[in-house]
């Protein structure tokens, strides 16, 4: 398939087919590549830009699932850098960026497969950080997540999303999606649940109203086929649910953990990602530019590749953070701004379901 | 500030990148690279294959004789002093052009348009470095590079690793750019101590941000030879 032919299709709305995927991410020129990816981004969106402000909490490292693509976790709750917040500590946290005046909208709140804690500790984190910010939206657990506690707690999978849904649960996050290969899951994350339950999980969380995220990891083990059969996999789902806000491209950073002897995706290799998968996923609204993975400039110019979503404003980002990710740890809302607009885009603040928000410190820069 | 309305990023981005692969029949080069400081002491990686040298520590150190002594292959002028770059015999010579993000496109322009001049003038200068005056952005970079691209002519447009980092500097390579130099060596010491935050790569790394951007490999030598990888 030619690139204008693939270009026809794009332009006529046309979903694009695994051939059209693998030319796609063949082809030699990346800034042939971009100019299409924006033309479905400004279709889309416009030169509108998305971020949020929202706080990252991490409960705990310990899990029991030790992927070799990780540098956060610890196996054993004593081991050395292992830690588990209280549901006090946990809410602090929270109070803190109240009190501080830069109240974030989302708290964003994913952990390690821990299997020495009580489902109800999660119940009370939700409802405690529910009561702490009753507006506040909870975008917690990973597909992961949520299919280890199923099968830790004996509960079935609807069930477990139910309750914490009860407690203050919104939304879930895009993470632990990896490669949706069981080749590559094997090789690189082989406790984790595996391709299908990770779409099962996301497939009921849609069922119940919940709304989600996406994830491909990228840049370990995977060939180009298998990251477009996951595209593909996602595009599916959201064919059937609908429910998916964002696809977020996560290249893997090498640092710490077990795969070190691999090289980092390069910024090229990044950004082609970004525009291949504002091509293939057509029906996912959102494609998300997460500077804490990508760096702040790959992320700004990201926003020309695809990407309509800078992420948020964060704060105490952990992950990415001990594989070597050496961007801040938190931007204020004003920076936020001035990144995107310095990128020649529109600043818009969103809330986790990407309704507009005017508001504070962003609204006197807008 | 912001990018200007009008920008086309990619128009500018596909005449750059044609107008690299024409000149080099779609090679580009890394180069590793040391510099010479006022003090007389180089920093970057001892087996460098580039010893540059700035014309402004040139004159602090006594003159070209002194640097060539010291072991400098390569001199880097500003735009104001690089018509005296005929002179200099036996380096390697290039010019660098400073850019802000936000300033006035007029200025801008200016700008490249003496840098063409300069070109014309001093056909004995190889290259054209790049240089960001306080923060550079990244879709801003990337369009500086485009615009140079269009007026350098037949010299290499070099992106200074040690300046944009590797990210932003391989994403240069597809918007005109067709070298890179930096602290390129052929093994990374471990990143710890005072050399956690150190930005060295290796001679693969930077064989990989060129091969991923659509170029063919070379490492240019001491000598000014180049091996194609």
Request: hydrophobic share 45%; with cysteine; glycine share 8%.
């Amino acid at each position: 398939m030619s690139f204008l032919a693939v270009a026809q299709k794009v332009r006529a709305g046309a979903p694009l087919s695994v051939e059209d995927g693998l030319s796609l991410y063949r082809h030699p020129s990346l800034v042939e590549l971009a100019a299409l990816a924006n033309e479905v981004r400004e279709r889309l969106h416009g030169s509108r830009t998305y971020f949020n402000r929202n706080l990252h909490i991490n409960p705990t490292n310990v899990c029991v699932a030790q992927c070799k693509l990780c540098s956060f976790s610890r196996r054993a709750p004593d081991a050395d850098g292992a830690f588990t917040l209280s549901v006090d500590d946990a809410v602090a946290r929270l109070q803190a960026r109240l009190r501080a005046g830069d109240a974030p909208t989302e708290v964003h709140l994913v952990g390690g497969l821990h299997d020495g804690l009580p489902f109800s500790y999660f119940l009370q984190l939700l409802a405690a950080l529910k009561a702490a910010a009753p507006g506040i939206s909870l975008k917690a657990f990973s597909a992961v997540e949520i299919f280890f506690f199923h099968r830790l707690y004996r509960v079935g999978v609807e069930e477990i999303l139910r309750r914490l849904q009860s407690a203050g649960l919104d939304s879930l996050p895009g993470g632990g999606a990896e490669i949706l290969s069981g080749r590559v899951r094997d090789a690189i994350c082989p406790n984790k649940c595996s391709a299908d339950e990770w779409i099962e999980v996301h497939r009921t969380a849609h069922r119940l109203g919940i709304k989600s995220n996406c994830t491909m990891m990228f840049g370990t083990l995977e060939t180009v086929d298998e990251r477009v059969a996951h595209l593909l996999r996602l595009r599916d789902l959201q064919a059937e649910t609908g429910g998916f806000m964002a696809f977020i491209p996560l290249p893997f950073h090498p640092e710490n953990n077990a795969l070190g002897d691999l090289a980092a995706p390069t910024a090229a290799e990044v950004l082609r990602n970004f525009a291949v998968a504002r091509l293939l996923l057509d029906n996912v609204p959102h494609l998300k530019a997460y500077w804490v993975s990508l760096g702040l400039e790959t992320a700004q110019t990201a926003l020309w590749f695809g990407a309509d979503d800078l992420d948020g404003t964060v704060s105490e980002e952990k992950i990415y953070h001990l594989a070597g990710s050496r961007t801040p740890q938190s931007l204020p809302p004003l920076e936020m701004v001035r990144l995107i607009r310095a990128a020649g885009r529109i600043p818009v603040e969103r809330d986790t379901l990407y309704r507009e928000l005017v508001s504070g410190g962003a609204k006197e820069a807008m | 500030m912001s990018l200007a309305p009008e920008l086309d990023i990619f128009s500018l981005g596909r005449r750059a990148l044609g107008s690299a692969r024409a000149l080099s029949d779609g090679r580009a080069f890394f180069t590793s690279a040391r510099r010479l400081q006022a003090d007389g002491l180089w920093s970057g990686p001892s087996e460098a294959s580039c010893s540059l040298v700035a014309e402004e520590v040139v004159a602090l150190l006594g003159g070209t004789e002194v640097a060539r002594t010291a072991g400098a292959n390569t001199v880097v002028f500003g735009l104001e002093g690089a018509s005296a770059a005929a002179a200099v015999s036996g380096l390697r010579m290039l010019v660098r052009v400073p850019f802000a993000a936000g300033e006035a496109p007029d200025e801008r322009s200016r700008r490249l348009a003496k840098l063409a001049r300069v070109l014309t003038q001093s056909p004995g200068i190889d290259g054209v470095v790049p240089v960001p005056v306080g923060e550079a952005q990244g879709l801003d970079t990337l369009a500086f590079f485009a615009a140079c691209r269009q007026v350098c002519g037949k010299a290499h447009l070099v992106v200074d690793l040690e300046t944009f980092g590797h990210k932003l500097g391989q994403l240069c390579l597809s918007f005109g750019a067709d070298e890179i130099v930096g602290p390129i060596v052929r093994q990374r010491a471990l990143r710890l101590g005072e050399r956690a935050s150190s930005n060295e790569i290796t001679r693969d790394e930077a064989a990989l941000l060129l091969r991923a951007s659509g170029f063919l490999p070379c490492e240019r030598l001491p000598d000014g030879k180049v091996l194609p990888l």
